[in-house]
T-cell receptor
Framework: QKEVEQNSGPLSVPEGAIASLNCTYS??????FFWYRQYSGKSPELIMF????GDKEDGRFTAQLNKASQYVSLLIRDSQPSDSATYLC????????FGQGTELSVKP | DAGVIQSPRHEVTEMGQEVTLRCKPI?????LFWYRQTMMRGLELLIY????????DSGMPEDRFSAKMPNASFSTLKIQPSEPRDSAVYFC??????????FGDGTRLSIL
């Protein structure tokens, strides 16, 4: 079992819809959780981090964490074509472990 | 503020040659990380430093890979001898304690 798992996608949503990206992790001792966005040919860019169970909202982005289920998700409301990118989930249980990423495509 | 600075941006060399990748972390960041990204394996942590000291090098694939951090503002990742399977994008990242990592633009390495 991979330490951090994400669906590779591609996930395709129409413009204006909600995109839901999911991630599961295996280390129950993990303390902090991050979502990075990576455009093709670019470096990963931090967009959200969450440490506590529940929801954390920042603009159109909401991160959700459920430590009991070892699950973290990212919701993107009112998706825009500029949100098309690969989204990397990263989990810190001593060192940062990245998932393989989910490719998101937002169609105009 | 300057972000993490990596050089070169692109490197193409023949197998067997020595490759040196360079990184300047964000000033004041105590942690420096080296990652490798490929389509097959995704983003993998190779090694990280805290206060210039290597803490975890378990991700370094082979003895051909070595990393140093002689001071707080500079780190190198060397591959000697290089092989075609080392072709990848190599990222350097830095952070303060318990803070998110910030990535450089990466070095795209091609070994022919």
């Amino acid at each position: 079992q991979k330490e951090v798992e994400q669906n590779s996608g591609p996930l395709s949503v129409p413009e204006g819809a909600i995109a839901s990206l999911n991630c599961t992790y295996s280390d129950r001792g993990s303390q902090s959780f991050f979502w990075y966005r990576q455009y093709s040919g670019k470096s990963p860019e931090l967009i959200m981090f969450i440490y506590s169970n529940g929801d954390k909202e920042d603009g159109r982005f909401t991160a959700q964490l459920n430590k009991a289920s070892q699950y973290v998700s990212l919701l993107i409301r009112d998706s825009q074509p500029s949100d098309s990118a690969t989204y990397l989930c990263a989990v810190n249980g001593g060192k940062l472990i990245f998932g393989q990423g989910t490719e998101l495509s937002v169609k105009p | 503020d300057a972000g993490v600075i990596q050089s070169p941006r692109h490197e193409v060399t023949e197998m067997g040659q020595e490759v040196t990748l360079r990184c300047k972390p964000i000033s004041g960041h105590d942690y420096l990380f080296w990652y490798r990204q490929t389509m097959m394996r995704g983003l993998e942590l190779l090694i990280y430093f805290n206060n210039n000291v290597p803490i975890d090098d378990s991700g370094m694939p082979e003895d051909r890979f070595s990393a140093k951090m002689p001071n707080a503002s500079f780190s190198t990742l060397k591959i000697q001898p290089s092989e075609p399977r080392d072709s990848a994008v190599y990222f350097c990242a830095s952070s303060s304690p318990a803070q998110p990592q910030h990535f450089g633009d990466g070095t795209r390495l091609s070994i022919l």
